[in-house]
C-alpha cells in the first residue's frame, strides 16, 4: 500500500478507491462488522491481498448492537455445546491481552430465586465445569453465594424469593470500537477496507466461478469493479441476500436493549437474572447508566421492522421490577438499540433455542459464505474461513497470527502520563482512552494544534474523521463515541460546540451541517420512541 497516503482519512477516499481499482486481490470480503473485520487482519497477517467492503459503516449492523459482552456462553451448557464454551471462554482473556482497552474483566452477579431458571446444585455444578472449560483461574473462579452474602453485594435484590447466588468472570466491551481497531490493524498490514461501498453483482470468469464484485460508492454512486480471487460472505444477518438461494441458511433473532440512567437503577455492579419468562437477561452497569437486555424473537427481513416496540421495553422493565425493588417505568428509559443474530438454521428449533455456533459453507460458484457465531469468537471464526481461502487458493496456509496482533502501540500508564504532563484531568483521559486506547495521544495532539476550548469533543471529531474513515455525524455519535446510546444528555451540548467550529472553520457547508443534524436528530427520536 502506498504508505504516502493515509487512507484512513477521509479526504483520502477519491485516491484510496483509485489505488483498489489498480490492485488484484487474493481475498475480497464483504461485511464490515467483527466478523469481516477479524478476517481482514488473519488474512492480510498472514501474506494476502485483502479488501473489505461494507456497504454502510464499519459495525454499524449487528456488531455495535450486542450485549457488549466478551463471554464464555454460561447459557451454553444448558445446550451441552461444550466446545462452544471452551473455545469462546478461552478466547476472553487472549482479546484481554489484546485490547486491554476495550476488553475489561467484569464480575458477573448470578442470583437463584425460588422457581427460577436455576437452582443450587446444578449452578454450582455448571460453574465449575464453566470456569474448568474456558481456563478460568485464581480470584477469576466462580464463588457461590448465601442469601445474605449476594443481598450484601447487591442490595437491591428482592429479598423474599431469594436462595442465594454466584459471583463468576466475565469481560466487557465494546463492540463497535472494536471492531473499528480490527479495520485500522488491517491497514498496518497492507488490507483495503473501505465502508460505504455497496457490493450489487458478482462477476465470472470464463469457468463460471466468482472473480469479483460489481460495486456502488454510496456516495459518488460511481461503478466499482473489485476483482479478487477468492470472495469470503461476512454479512451476517444479509447473508441469503447475499447468497441468493430459495433455501434459507439463517434465522434472525431479533435483540433490543435499553438504557436507563444509574441514580434510577443503581447497581453495584453487572447482573445476570431471571426475566418474566423462561429466558435469562443482564444489566449492566456503564459510566452514568445501566443498560439492560435483551430480548430474543424471530425476525424476518422485509416483514418485520427492525425497530424497539413498547411491549419489548416493556417486558425487560417488567422483568427488572420482578427481581428488583426499584421504581421504573418506561418514561425513564432514555436510550435503546436493537440488533440481529443471524443463527444457523437448525430444523424446527425456535430462535430461542438454537445455538449460536458459527459455519462455513462454499458455493458451486466459490464464494465463500461464515454465518453465526458470536461476538467472543470472531478471531476463531476468521482463523477458520482464512484456513479454507487458503485451500480455495491452493496455497500452502500460514499459521495465523492473530493471538498475537496488538491492537495498541502505548500502554494504559504511558497515556495517563502524557495527559498528566499536559495539565489533563483524569477524568477527560479515562473517557478517551476507554473509547479510543492510545489514539487518546492523537486526540491530545489535536486539542492543542487546534487551540480549542475545554472540551475534546472537536478534537475527538477530527480525530475520527482523519483516522478512522468516519463519515457522519450519526457515525461519529453511534459506531465511534456510543454518545448517543450513554451520553445522550450530552449529545446536543456537543453538537452546539460542534457546529460553531466545524462551520466557523468551513469544514462542513451550513447546508451540509443542516443535513447531517436531522440525520443524527431522526436516529435519536428513533431510539427514544416506542410503538
Known amino acids: 500500500m502506498d ?8 479526504s483520502s477516499r477519491s485516491s484510496y478507491i483509485k489505488h483498489i481499482l489498480n490492485r488484484n486481490f487474493d481475498v475480497l470480503i464483504i461485511g464490515g462488522g467483527i466478523t469481516g473485520a477479524g478476517i481482514c487482519l488473519d488474512a492480510a497477517s498472514r501474506g494476502l491481498n485483502v479488501c473489505l ?7 454499524s449492523g449487528t456488531s455495535s448492537k450486542s450485549t457488549k459482552l466478551i463471554h464464555g456462553g454460561l447459557r451454553y451448557l444448558e445446550q451441552l455445546k461444550f466446545r462452544l464454551v ?5 478466547e476472553r482473556s487472549i482479546l484481554h491481552d489484546l485490547a486491554p482497552h476495550i476488553v475489561k474483566a467484569e464480575k458477573m452477579l448470578l442470583p437463584i430465586i425460588k422457581n427460577g431458571k436455576l437452582n443450587k446444585i446444578s449452578t454450582k455444578a455448571a460453574l465449575l465445569v464453566y470456569d474448568y472449560l ?14 445474605n452474602q449476594i443481598l450484601d453485594k447487591e442490595p ?5 424469593n431469594l436462595l442465594g447466588g454466584a459471583i463468576y468472570s466475565e469481560y466487557r466491551t465494546d463492540d463497535s470500537r472494536l471492531t473499528i481497531d480490527l479495520i485500522k490493524k488491517s491497514i498496518d498490514y497492507g488490507a483495503c477496507p473501505i465502508n460505504y461501498v455497496k457490493g450489487d453483482d458478482f462477476t465470472y470468469n470464463k469457468k463460471g466461478l466468482i472473480n469479483g464484485i460489481k460495486c456502488s460508492d454510496k456516495f459518488s454512486d460511481e461503478i466499482i469493479n473489485i476483482n479478487s480471487k477468492i470472495i469470503i460472505n461476512a454479512t451476517g444477518s444479509w447473508t441469503d441476500e447475499v447468497l441468493k438461494s430459495r433455501s434459507k441458511k439463517l434465522v434472525l433473532s431479533k435483540g433490543i436493549h435499553i438504557v436507563v440512567p444509574k441514580n434510577k437503577f443503581n447497581i453495584n455492579q453487572s447482573v445476570y437474572f431471571d426475566a418474566i419468562d423462561s429466558r435469562m437477561i443482564f444489566a449492566i452497569p456503564r459510566d452514568g447508566t445501566v443498560y439492560i437486555g435483551t430480548t430474543d424473537t424471530k425476525f424476518e427481513h422485509g416483514k418485520d421492522k427492525l425497530d424497539v416496540l413498547e411491549k419489548e421495553v416493556e417486558y425487560l422493565i417488567d422483568s427488572v421490577k420482578n427481581t428488583f425493588s426499584i421504581s421504573i417505568d418506561k418514561k425513564d428509559v432514555i436510550s435503546s438499540w436493537v440488533g440481529l443474530r443471524p443463527l444457523v438454521k437448525d430444523g424446527n428449533k425456535k430462535v430461542t433455542e438454537i445455538s449460536r455456533k458459527d459455519e462455513i459453507f462454499i458455493s458451486e460458484k466459490g464464494l465463500i459464505t461464515i454465518a453465526g457465531g458470536k461476538l467472543t469468537g470472531y478471531r476463531k471464526m476468521a482463523q477458520r474461513a482464512v484456513d479454507l481461502a487458503f485451500r480455495s487458493l491452493k496455497m500452502k496456509s500460514k499459521k495465523s497470527k492473530t493471538k498475537s496482533i496488538k491492537l495498541f502501540k502505548y500502554n494504559k500508564e504511558f497515556c495517563r502520563k502524557k495527559f498528566n504532563e499536559n495539565g489533563m484531568t483524569d477524568k477527560n483521559f479515562e473517557r478517551l482512552y476507554n473509547i479510543y486506547g492510545d489514539g487518546c495521544l492523537e486526540v491530545l495532539k489535536i486539542f492543542h494544534k487546534e487551540n480549542i476550548s475545554k472540551d475534546f469533543i472537536f ?3 477530527l480525530y475520527v474523521i482523519r483516522y478512522e474513515m ?3 455525524l450519526l457515525d461519529f455519535f453511534t459506531q465511534r463515541n456510543s454518545a448517543v446510546y450513554f451520553e445522550i444528555d450530552q449529545v446536543n451540548r456537543y453538537l452546539d460546540i460542534l457546529e460553531k467550529h466545524l462551520v466557523k472553520r468551513k469544514f462542513f457547508k451550513k447546508d451540509k451541517w443542516k443535513k447531517e443534524k436531522v440525520n443524527l436528530k431522526r436516529y435519536m427520536s428513533r431510539i427514544t420512541t416506542f410503538n
Open 3 to 10: 504508505r504516502k497516503i493515509n487512507f484512513l482519512n477521509t
Open 53 to 59: 467492503i461494507e456497504m454502510n459503516d464499519f459495525a
Open 86 to 90: 471452551h473455545e469462546t471462554g478461552s
Open 134 to 147: 474456558a481456563n478460568v483461574k485464581g480470584d477469576d473462579r466462580n464463588k457461590v453465594l448465601s442469601k
Open 156 to 160: 437491591l435484590l428482592k429479598s423474599n
Open 459 to 461: 478534537a475527538e471529531y
Open 470 to 472: 468516519c463519515h457522519t
